[in-house]
């Protein structure tokens, strides 16, 4: 992926868990004349991130603000505020050590109010819900499965997600 960085260009790359991670938002830049009738658009990238110790799948807030992500030194799940440049971690019982703990896969409601996420603390695979207003963790389900692929609805009311190969909605 090739990036201007403030004047600077470079290539970089992504790799595994450990491997430098940059977050990236697109802009989309008018073409130089605004005049033309051309539907061609410029994309620039701007840096606004890097830790070597991120999620690769960070997911934005629905106001652009604040980055969800994976913390992968300790599994936890955490917001990464893009204006004051200020991480902290939502939850803090992550570990690799057996038996481990961890949270995946985030996803912020349409609203900005919630953020769902997939964890292991009761040693199963299980939604959570971490309410961004009360800082409080709520388990959405209860089942004993591998669950993936979680979308909210478009009014925040509901998640859809998948479960041994089945689709469930919360």
Same mark, same amino acid.
């Given at each position: 992926l090739e990036i201007n960085d403030g004047g600077r260009t470079g290539s970089w790359l992504f790799g595994a868990a450990g491997a430098l991670v940059m977050v990236f938002m697109l802009v989309v830049v008018p073409p130089a004349s605004?005049? !033309?009738?051309?539907?061609? %658009?410029?994309?620039?990238?701007?840096r606004v991130w890097a830790d070597a110790t991120t999620d690769v799948c960070g997911r934005v807030?629905?106001?652009g603000r604040q980055i969800a992500y994976i913390d992968w030194d300790s599994g936890n799940l955490g917001v990464h505020n893009l204006q004051q440049g200020v991480s902290r971690l939502l939850t803090n019982d992550g570990t690799w050590e057996e038996p481990n703990c961890w949270a995946e896969a985030p996803i912020w409601s349409p609203d900005g109010k919630q953020l769902a996420y997939i !964890?292991?603390?009761?040693? %199963?695979?299980?939604?959570?819900?971490?309410?961004?207003?009360?800082?409080?963790?709520?388990?959405?389900?209860?089942?004993?499965?591998?669950?993936?692929?979680?979308?909210?609805?478009?009014?925040?009311?509901?998640?859809?997600?998948?479960?041994?190969n089945k689709l469930y909605l919360s």
């Open positions: 605004a005049l !033309s009738a051309s539907r061609d %658009e410029h994309i620039a990238l701007r807030s629905p106001d !964890s292991d603390q009761t040693h %199963e695979e299980e939604i959570w819900l971490y309410d961004v207003e009360s800082a409080e963790h709520r388990q959405l389900t209860t089942q004993a499965s591998v669950k993936g692929n979680l979308l909210w609805a478009p009014d925040s009311s509901k998640i859809l997600f998948e479960a041994d």
